[in-house]
């Protein structure tokens, strides 16, 4: 039997509570579904910090520390998570840990941050020559370190098919480290898993400052099938034309047979209601940005009719395109 992946997390004073508690918590839901499934847990999660005493996060709620970073066997952890907030400032001239997390970038498998935590990865010469993003409002601060690419628009740079950004990766802000956590959990136990995770969630997609995803369906993987990963990329472009699985199928260079086959394997669900739900996603974008009317909406989504679109709101979020613009818009 494989042993749990060992998840660390560090800590610090200041530091947001939920860059450490958001991707935890995925990995933990990762655990319990596969519970659900009767299968062992993949997950152990560790709380790191400096010394092994409660930290006071930035909203005021005290974390419990498992072990100090300062006498751990780094070769112990699979990943390593850097998270952000106020206390990175801090922590950027903390010589000892910039020291640590060049050393633990040599040992664990995968290294990355969230938020603001990139600024500890750049400080300590670990993001040099890669492509990198943050929090929005840090992304000039990461411009300041020469010799990264910096990408403010990307949610993260975990890709799990490039060796480079499959071991050190960064993420934007706050609860994008819930969507890098997410991708990391697709890449060790599969898509439906964290597509369930994500639905266990409740992972809506309205991200800030350009950084936006949908969190529920996940971004397409280049892994497994690439002629799939490349249809489910083109697809959210071509919402109002004709996406029956035969103009799919076509456009994929496949059988219709074959089609729904690679989607249940490689997306958890046929083809037919996948584009529903990101018709489905779109549409709630629209009327919640106030960007379109229902009818524009329901034409440029692909539902055609008003009636089609109000069919679908009703049947998967039990209220009316008109009545969510009209309390969340």
Known sequence: MNLPRTI????????????????LQVFASANVEL???????????????????????????????????RELAVDQLDTLLVPGGQGVEAQRRNGEL??????????????????????????????????????????????????????????????????????????????????LALALVEADLGRPLALAVAQR????????????????????????????ARLLEWIPAHLAEDLSIEALAFQAHMTPRTLCRLFKQEVGMGPGRYVEQVRLEAARSLLLDGRASVATTARLTGFGHPENLRRTFQKHLSVSPSELAERFG
Do not use: N
């Open 98 to 179: 910039l020291a640590w997390l060049r050393r633990a970038e040599g040992s664990v498998r995968r290294l990355g941050s969230v938020c603001s935590g990139a600024l500890l990865l750049a400080e300590a010469g670990l993001l040099h020559g890669r492509k990198a993003t943050t929090h929005w409002a840090d992304v000039p601060a990461l411009r300041g370190f020469a010799g990264i690419d910096v990408e403010g628009d990307r949610l993260h740079t975990f890709d799990p098919d490039d060796p480079q950004a499959a071991h050190l990766f960064t993420s934007a802000g706050v609860t994008a480290g819930i969507d």
């Open 201 to 228: 969630l409740v992972m809506f997609l309205r991200r800030p400052g350009g950084q936006a995803q949908f969190s529920p369906l996940l971004a397409p993987s280049a892994s497994g099938v690439q002629r799939l």
């Open 35 to 69: 519970q659900r499934q009767g299968r062992a847990p993949a997950y152990r999660q560790l709380l790191l910090a400096e010394r092994c005493e409660p930290v006071t996060t930035s909203c005021g709620i005290r974390l419990c520390i498992d072990a100090s970073w």
């Open 8 to 23: 660390a997390c560090l800590a610090f004073a200041d530091v947001m509570s939920l860059d450490v508690t958001g991707p």
